[in-house]
């Protein structure tokens, strides 16, 4: 098998999400996870509202079975969006975890590029905060 078919393998196993998907599902819950290594973002720039967990362990870290998860990796329910620079590692990152059983999870097609490009690296951010102003608003 060669990197493009491995490739292609990883993204017929799931859904993959777009740009203009991003806010509706960070709305809903989901977690944009850059992938990407420190220096990579440290150069092309962060990517605010989103969990930094490096590819070597970024399994060791969703999964909720594991000794090394982070708090949020609460159950297999959680949705995943995983962010590479340009959408290429983080289609092999989310077949992984689709295979632990992480089954909400996807990539961004274009990764980090693409929001940049679209104009939309606080996307997370942003909706994060619209979601609390609803959610106080709905309180009162």
């Not at 850059?34 to 092309?44: L, V």
């Not at 909720?64 to 289609?91: F, K, M, Q």
């Amino acid at each position: 098998m060669t990197i493009d078919e491995m490739l292609e393998k990883a993204r017929g196993s799931y859904r993959r999400m777009y740009v203009f998907e991003v806010a509706e599902a960070v709305a809903r819950g989901a977690i944009i996870v850059d992938i990407r290594p420190q220096a990579q973002r440290a150069a092309e720039g962060a990517l605010p509202g989103a969990l930094a967990i490096e590819r070597n362990v970024l399994e060791w870290r969703l999964d909720p079975a594991s000794s090394a998860r982070i708090a949020l990796a609460a159950d297999h329910d959680v949705e995943w969006i995983v962010v590479c620079s340009e959408g290429y590692t983080s289609s092999l990152a989310a077949a992984a975890l689709q295979e632990l059983g992480l089954h909400r999870a996807t990539d961004l097609v274009g990764g980090y590029q693409a929001l940049r490009s679209a104009g939309l690296l606080g996307v997370a951010t942003r909706a994060r905060h619209y979601v609390r102003e609803a959610a106080a608003v709905a309180a009162h």
